[in-house]
């Protein structure tokens, strides 16, 4: 059973960063989603288990970083410039990279709430 442990959520005001992180159990492709109340879950970023392929959601391109350390096997998301509408739980996935990408057939992680608000 893959576990996959998440932290850094937080509060956080307009144009601010926030840094989120996933730790795995082993080692797969990982990416970010996010659900906000009342909408469904969308890709946020994803990385191949090479690390030399990102892929970003088009509204955060520029604003989010995501990367990842194999020798301990975690994934990090650094999101700057923060607005309102990033506001949402963030869910950590692993899997192969093309069920990473769908959000399909992966394990999730518990979540973390980011809420961006003055």
């Known amino acids: 059973q893959v576990q996959l442990v998440e932290s850094g959520g937080g509060l956080v005001q307009p144009g601010g960063s926030l840094r989120l992180s996933c730790a795995a159990s082993g080692r797969y492709s990982m990416g970010w989603f996010r659900q906000a109340p009342g909408k469904e879950r969308e890709f946020v970023a994803a990385?191949?288990?090479?690390?030399?392929?990102?892929y970003y959601a088009d509204s955060v391109k520029g604003r989010f970083t995501i990367s990842r350390d194999n020798a301990k096997n975690t994934a990090s998301l650094q999101m700057n410039s923060l607005k309102p509408e990033d506001t949402a739980v963030y869910y950590c996935?692993?899997?192969?990279?093309?069920?990473?990408?769908?959000?399909?057939?992966?394990?999730w992680g518990q979540g973390t709430q980011v809420t961006v608000s003055s």
């Open positions: 996935a692993a899997g192969d990279l093309g069920p990473v990408l769908k959000g399909q057939n992966v394990y």
């Open positions: 990385i191949s288990w090479s690390g030399v392929s990102p």
